[in-house]
């Protein structure tokens, strides 16, 4: 009777990275609570948590021992991720009670609308050593900025830095900050009908003079996929999403494009858009972020698989 009340209670979630390289489903009661925890890789990756137990979590395509893994401070922890685009999905707990072994990023799971579900938060910061952010180990941007302000950022394990010179990104930022529900960025939006982030991407939009991403190119994911335009760049070793980096096509390529992802691959040539949430020392808590529908404007739309 007990077994039949859980079932009765449980409904199941089906989530994917964005690839489709890995799908999987989880019988979990109605998502109305998530974590939010605000160590430096979760406040890097934007994710949010929910805890099922292990026997509820299935594997419909892909492999969990595929997915690229990484670990940290005390090792206690086994973060995973899609090692093609990015995509966070999970992290083990090995040593961790029976029904905490594993946490699913709510933000792969299909049709969720997180907007509307309470956020519980984690003091994820308050263990272990303090994390030093590591320091840009490339070039300085060439722009010059009147008023600029260099700001330094990286993924979490420090294999890919970034530079940007910029005004500064607080409440005084006048250029655009954008939070877009296309289908990497956003999986369900602040908006009814919108779908929200896979990737929880926070965008400025500096041009390609101001910015400079350094690191091994062997160490550098670039995921490209519909009209393949911009190729969104993440760490291989710890998943931290970083920019939208101009993806050249050839001629053959272009024309085969519609006049408006034309528009947008020219547009694009001299931006190099970054995560904010990768740069070190801005308040996110201060932005003023503005909502874009890139699920209408980029065609054709994103189909869950």
């Known amino acids: 009777m007990t077994e039949l009340k859980e079932q009765e209670s449980n409904r199941t979630y089906r989530g994917n990275c964005h690839c489709a390289a890995f799908v999987y489903e989880v019988d979990l009661p109605e998502i109305k609570t998530v974590s939010e925890c605000n160590c430096s890789i979760c406040t890097k990756k934007g994710t949010l948590w929910v805890m099922p137990a292990p026997e509820k979590f299935r594997v419909v395509k892909g492999a969990e021992k595929d997915l690229s893994s990484y670990k940290f401070g005390s090792e206690q922890m086994i973060h995973k991720f899609c090692g093609n685009c990015g995509t966070a999905i999970m992290v083990d707990f090995p040593n961790g009670p029976p029904n905490m072994k594993i946490a699913l990023n709510v933000r792969s799971i299909q049709d969720l609308d997180t907007l509307k579900l309470e956020r519980k938060p984690f003091n994820g910061a308050s263990y272990g050593a303090q994390y030093e952010p590591p320091a840009h180990r490339g070039p300085r941007p060439t722009a010059k900025i009147e008023g600029g302000k260099l700001y330094n950022g990286s993924c979490h394990c420090g294999a890919v830095t970034v530079a940007v010179i910029s005004k500064p990104i607080d409440e005084t930022y006048e250029d655009t900050i954008i939070d877009c529900n296309c289908s990497i960025c956003e999986r369900v939006s602040r908006y009814p009908d919108r779908v929200h982030a896979h990737n929880a991407y926070i965008w400025v ?101």
């Open 205 to 305: 939009k500096p041009d390609a003079d101001q910015l400079v991403l350094s690191g091994e190119d062997d160490n550098i994911g670039r995921y490209t996929f519909s009209h393949r335009i911009l190729a969104k760049t993440f760490c291989k070793t710890c998943g931290v999403p970083l920019t939208n980096q101009f993806n050249p096509l050839t001629e053959e390529e272009y024309n085969a494009l519609t006049e408006k992802a034309q528009f947008w691959h020219k547009w694009s040539k001299d931006k190099h858009p970054v995560n904010v949430r990768v740069l070190h020392g801005v308040d996110l808590k201060s932005l003023k972020i503005h909502h874009v529908d890139g699920k209408t404007e980029h065609q054709p739309g994103y189909v869950n698989p």
